[in-house]
């Protein structure tokens, strides 16, 4: 005997919640992958600090 039934709308809700999740996995491996990808290319560079600039 089970303490407690699981209500219909616990496991609409997990489907849910899961496919949100998922979502948000794929979007930060995007944009990850988009770093990684700009930063191993070369194109990204520190800005050069210009020594006797100050006044």
Do not use: C, D, Q
Not at 15 to 42: E, M
Request: no cysteine; proline share 2%.
């Amino acid at each position: 005997m089970s303490l407690r039934v699981e209500h219909e709308i616990h496991s609409r809700r997990y489907g849910r919640n899961l496919g949100v999740a998922l979502v948000l996995v794929g979007f930060i491996a995007v944009v990850f992958g988009l770093t990684v990808a700009k930063v191993t290319s070369g194109a990204f560079e520190l800005p050069k600090i210009e020594e006797g600039s100050n006044g």
